[in-house]
């Protein structure tokens, strides 16, 4: 029943549900199961996996870069049209929400920094309010630490938060350093 | 031979949406990824990660993606920085190669799931027992969320109740409406705990003795309740969370229903003081308010509080607290908790037996400790002056008390602390208004109110806004049974303001949150009565403390 094809001439001949194995030009190599072709866009949804379970992983992949398939057997139509209704408004809940996390994570990211740099900023950000401002943190508004991130290259705010700061940084080296070293 | 299963639908599609020419499994699929990570592989070997937003269903399937980086980069150029976020990312179609999207549910169970987890936490309060939380973690947060609006609602009805009478047996039948379709595990609870009620009462004929009992069965019922969440969680999961509700729901007909019955006994008994009476209700509504309304938090406050009465309460606070920690384990520690500030109550319960004196009064205000009392107390100031007087009158003995009397009442019902002093013989209907005595002296010496409201304000934080709130709704319940004519009006505008704030205070309190205010609280509270005995120095030391955003309303109020 194995129907090697060197080309994706034909996937919409194959029933819904069947379990197919596939190669896509780009190298992804994945089995699972057809959910449905779609001839306009050329896109077939695939589900991975082959036990059924409420948590799969969703592929719509592009007909043409289907670089090799192979037929597994066949399935049950994986979807229940019961089933197919969507709550428009909890989707835009869920994507603000998702698109909100997202942002704010994104925050936490410096731009053009070493990874040591986010680790710095990581270990701040555990005991004081932190920011980027490019390349430099900005711990509670005021105070500034620029690259190379040393206690000297602390800079600004009062001399009391200056020096918090300091002493924070210093600390967090100091961890940071010691559990690199014993990891 | 391929999507036969689905022509049907395809072609319904054109009919009904001619616009989309892409088939409804495809825009299925889409929809169900909508707002959930995906990675973008494209043409270039690229791959971008991000929220996906929509698609293109027109002829091509382009699709948008929200906070969008380059997590792989591809061997073509591209203009995006590695690392950058892409505030909003096209990909035509024609660069389209595959979207990934992982651990989706393909059902509409996956989307509405994950949103029924959520809205069943803002619905709940309408409906709490008809939600099902598919998955378990939700469920117990959610859970959580239905014991504190439950409670919310408890406590509303037991305003109501008190207030009108009719609304608590109205609650109580539907309640008892699921209680039916509840495991039968949860009657026998009740019944349990009504036995416990029973045999408090027996014990102690007075009212000292229903305040005690419906502690009790509070904690009790608690207890139950919570096992059998804990039950119901580890057995059911999804099924769970509606039980929680139903459960939840008990607690606050039982409470209604010994509310009554204690009424009636006191009124029975025919104490000297028929205003003893209407006070006496005050405070069994709110201790049975206080419980519902703080939620774990609050029951496990209350616990505490209730504790240095009856050894069965430092259990219920135990359980209270695991349940609100979210099981067992944390059970030991709060166990230990529990157990410190039962050995600081009993020394409360010594005091209290003194009702003369104020000083004993104190004690259990600490316990008491909840941020609750501080806003009845700033209410209560201006009415106990006036009030004071005239109750005290009926009776004898504590004619130097008068003001304080008032206040306490109020005070002690939230905390349940007045239940303990009962314990002690002496006081009797007395007992819960003395404890009053102790704040009113503090008030009437500040008038200011304000210095003591903040220590409280800032102990409670927010879970304990949600209790003030009722608290205050209870003072002025309390007020209007008690005060004659001539306090009311001074209440009236006090009570119209709290109203906001508790709406306020009880969607803000985090059910989380709550337990270890208890225990900073339950020990500044001690601090506290020291201070007492000399009025004036304890206020400035209050005073430090900053005021959270609530207690600039309530100053000036006092002021």
């Known amino acids: ?183 | 031979m391929g999507c036969r299963n689905r022509e049907f639908l395809n072609e319904d599609t054109s009919s009904s949406s001619s616009s989309s020419s892409l088939s409804e499994a495809l825009i299925f699929a889409t929809l169900c990824i909508i707002g959930l990570p995906v990675d973008v592989h494209v043409k270039d070997g690229s791959i971008y990660t991000g929220i996906f937003h929509t698609a293109c269903v027109e002829e091509e399937y382009g699709i948008v993606l929200k906070s969008a980086r380059l997590s792989k980069k591809g061997k073509s150029y591209s203009n995006v920085a590695n690392g950058m976020v892409i505030d909003t990312l096209v990909i035509l179609s024609g660069d389209l190669v595959q979207v990934v999207a992982n651990g989706i549910q393909l059902s509409a169970d996956g989307v509405a799931g994950n949103l029924a987890g959520d809205d069943t936490e803002a619905v709940v309060g309408i409906v709490p027992s008809e939600h099902l939380v598919s998955e378990a973690k939700k469920s117990t947060k959610s859970f959580i969320h239905k014991k504190k609006i439950n409670q919310t609602r408890g406590a509303v009805q037991a305003e109501n109740g008190f207030s009108h009478g009719f609304m608590p047996k109205i609650s109580e039948r539907k309640h008892e409406e699921r209680k039916s379709h509840m495991n039968q595990i949860g009657h026998a609870d009740g019944i349990s705990s009504t036995k416990a009620e029973e045999d408090s009462g027996a014990s102690d004929e007075r009212q000292a003795g229903n305040d005690q009992s419906q502690g009790e069965k509070f904690i009790y019922k608690e207890k139950i309740d919570f096992d059998r969440e804990e039950s119901a969680d580890e057995v059911q999961g999804s099924t769970s969370s509606s039980d929680t509700g139903l459960t939840q729901v008990k607690p606050v007909e039982d409470r209604h229903a010994k509310m009554t019955s204690q009424l009636l006994p006191n009124e029975a008994s025919g104490d000297p003081a028929t205003p003893l009476v209407k006070l006496d209700k005050p405070c069994c509504e709110r201790p049975s308010s206080a419980d519902t309304s703080s939620s774990d938090a609050v029951s496990s406050g209350l616990s505490t509080s209730s504790n240095p009465m009856v050894d069965v309460t430092s259990e219920s606070g135990v359980s209270s607290l695991t349940t609100s920690t979210e099981m067992v384990p944390p059970q030991n520690p709060e166990s230990n908790r529990s157990s410190k500030e039962f050995k600081l109550n009993p020394g409360a319960k010594i005091f209290s037996p003194s009702l003369v004196n104020p000083i004993s009064a104190t004690p259990a205000v600490p316990t008491v400790a909840s941020m609750t009392y501080v806003p009845n107390n700033s209410h209560m100031v201006p009415v106990a002056a006036s009030q004071q007087e005239i109750e005290y009158s009926t009776y004898a003995a504590r004619p130097s008390v008068p003001v304080k009397y008032v206040p306490y009442n109020n005070l002690t019902a939230g905390n349940g602390v007045s239940g303990s002093q009962f314990s002690q013989p002496i006081v009797g209907h007395m007992g819960s208004r003395t404890q009053p005595l102790r704040y009113t002296g503090q008030y009437n010496p500040v008038q200011a109110g304000p210095a003591y409201m903040h220590p409280n304000s800032q102990a409670v934080m927010v879970g304990r806004l949600g209790q003030l709130v009722y608290v205050s709704h209870d003072l002025v319940q309390g007020a209007a049974a008690i005060s004659p004519v001539s306090a009311r009006p001074l209440l009236t505008p006090h009570q119209v303001q709290f109203p906001k704030h508790q709406g306020n205070a009880a969607s803000q309190a985090l059910p989380l949150y709550v337990p270890p205010p208890f225990i900073a609280s339950g020990q500044q509270p001690f601090a506290v009565p020291s201070h007492i005995p000399t009025f004036q120095p304890p206020f400035p030391a209050n005073r430090p403390i900053p005021v959270p955003g609530s207690n600039s309303l309530y100053n000036a109020k006092l002021s």
């Open chain 1, 1 to 183: 029943m194995a129907m090697d094809g060197s080309s994706n001439n034909n996937p919409e001949e194959f029933p819904v549900g069947c379990l197919l194995s596939i190669k896509t030009s780009l190298g992804d190599e994945f089995d699972a199961q057809l959910i449905t072709f779609d001839r306009h866009s050329n896109i077939l949804v695939l589900q991975e996996g082959s036990k059924p379970g409420p948590r799969r992983n969703i592929r719509l992949l592009k007909a043409n870069y289907i670089k090799e398939f192979t037929f597994l057997g066949h399935g049950e139509d994986p979807l229940d049209i019961k089933k197919c209704q969507l709550d428009l408004t909890s989707l835009q809940a869920r994507e603000e929400s998702a698109i909100r996390q997202a942002e704010t994570e994104a925050e936490r990211i410096g731009v053009g920094v070493t990874s040591e740099a986010q680790n710095i900023f990581d270990a701040l950000s555990k005991t004081l309010p932190v920011r980027w401002d490019k390349t430099v943190i900005v711990v509670m508004k005021e105070v500034r630490v620029s690259s190379p991130y040393l206690p000297e290259s602390v800079s600004g705010g009062t001399p009391a938060a200056n020096d918090r700061v300091k002493k924070v940084l210093d600390f967090e080296r100091k961890r940071l350093q010691n559990r690199g070293g014993g990891q």
